[in-house]
């Protein structure tokens, strides 16, 4: 059974940082693309950023330049440092794994989530 959590959220004011970690288990790590991915109250899950086996990475447009995706995989451990944090990046933010090594933004592609980690950005 695969277990995702995540951990790192919390409050910070506009302009500051946070880092998002995320525990995967249950799956060979090394061989799975990793996206995390954030909803906002009333607006759809989108995704934010997505890193490939083999270290390829992509990023929603308005993180580009203030969010950077990596992963450790002798610690089954996916990352998110997020800095210059503004107001509209304020979601619940879910880690989850692909089905396949590469990266693709559909959330069908990725059948493993973890329950989500709230950030909150004050003005």
């Known amino acids: 059974q695969v277990q995702v959590v995540e951990s790192g959220g919390g409050l910070v004011q506009a302009g500051g940082s946070l880092r998002l970690s995320c525990t995967v288990s249950?799956?060979?790590?090394?061989?799975?693309?990793m996206g995390w991915f954030r909803q906002a109250p009333g607006k759809e899950r989108e995704g934010v950023s997505c890193i490939s086996r083999d270290y390829i990475v992509t990023y929603k447009d308005s993180v580009k330049g203030r969010f950077t995706i990596s992963r450790d995989n002798s610690k089954n451990t996916l990352y998110l440092q997020m800095n210059s944090l503004k107001p509209d990046d304020a979601a619940m933010y879910y880690c989850a794994a692909a089905s396949r090594y590469y990266c693709a933004w559909s959330l069908s592609f990725f059948p493993d989530w973890g329950q989500g980690t709230q950030v909150t950005v004050s003005s």
């Open positions: 249950g799956l060979t790590f090394d061989d799975h693309a």
